[in-house]
């Protein structure tokens, strides 16, 4: 079936290194979402990419959407101990009514 | 704004027994969904809905059902839980409209279920 891979699954870091997180999916997708999940609660909407090649920016956050529409990622620059957590990403594949979620990168920051 | 409710937090069962989650929006969307997630698992997608009455499989039906008889609510049930079933239980809604936002998803806080 389809699948959404997400790499790394964990990623320790000093607070004001960079951090990026990595998504490939084995069928192109109609768009793709990025959720944050703080230690303890729920995922959260972060943003929606949907155009091939599209670059996204929320602060030091970086989303970019491959070419080809399979693949995605997240870059943030110079962590903070407020970006724990963990993220995910989740494909789209279009015309279905439901998302296809990576298993998550799980972030530590260390001050 | 209460947006996506979850009830209960945290539940403790005895392996056999049975339980309901329920899941209630109030921002009229058309879609709903349960996941579980259990750790290095990531979302794992239960069973979801697009519509009132209507329910489909998701990635790890078996031991579970579900039923959505009035739009704003859906119900996850534990018929005879096992000790497989211990996870964190996460309800999600969409809107189900517009091209693009239609599966844009809201959680609720989630319940903690242990099996014993």
């Known amino acids: 079936g389809q699948q959404v891979m997400q790499i790394p699954q964990y990623q320790h870091v000093q607070e004001g290194e960079d951090f990026t997180t990595y998504c490939n999916s084995s069928?192109?997708?109609?768009?793709i979402q990025w959720y944050k999940q703080r230690p303890g609660g729920h995922p959260v909407f972060l943003i929606q990419?949907?155009?091939?090649?599209e670059v996204k920016k929320q602060k030091r956050l970086t989303f970019q959407f491959g070419e080809a529409k399979k693949n995605s990622s997240l870059h943030i620059t110079a962590t903070q101990t407020t970006d724990v957590g963990t993220y995910f990403c989740?494909?789209?594949?279009?015309?279905?009514?439901?998302?296809?979620f990576g298993a998550g990168t799980r972030l530590a920051v260390h001050p | 704004n209460a947006g996506v409710t979850q009830t209960p937090k945290f539940r403790v069962l005895k392996t056999g027994q049975s339980m309901t989650l329920l899941c209630a929006q109030d921002?009229?969307?058309?879609?709903m969904y349960w996941y579980r997630q259990d750790p290095g698992m990531g979302l794992r997608l239960i069973h979801y809905?697009?519509?009132?009455?209507?329910?489909a499989k998701g990635e790890v039906p078996d031991g579970y059902n579900v039923s959505r008889l009035k739009k704003q609510n859906f119900l996850l049930g534990l018929e005879s839980a096992a000790p497989s079933q211990t996870s964190v239980y996460f309800c999600?809604?969409?809107?189900?409209?517009?091209?693009?936002?239609?599966?844009?998803?809201?959680f609720g806080a989630g319940t903690r279920l242990s099996v014993l």
């Open positions: 809905s697009v519509g009132e009455g209507t329910t």
């Open positions: 999600a809604s969409s809107s189900g409209q517009g091209y693009l936002s239609k599966n844009i998803q809201y």
């Open positions: 989740a494909g789209d594949l279009g015309g279905y009514n439901k998302l296809i």
């Open positions: 921002m009229n969307h058309e879609y």
């Open positions: 990419l949907v155009k091939s090649g």
């Open positions: 069928t192109t997708l109609s768009n």
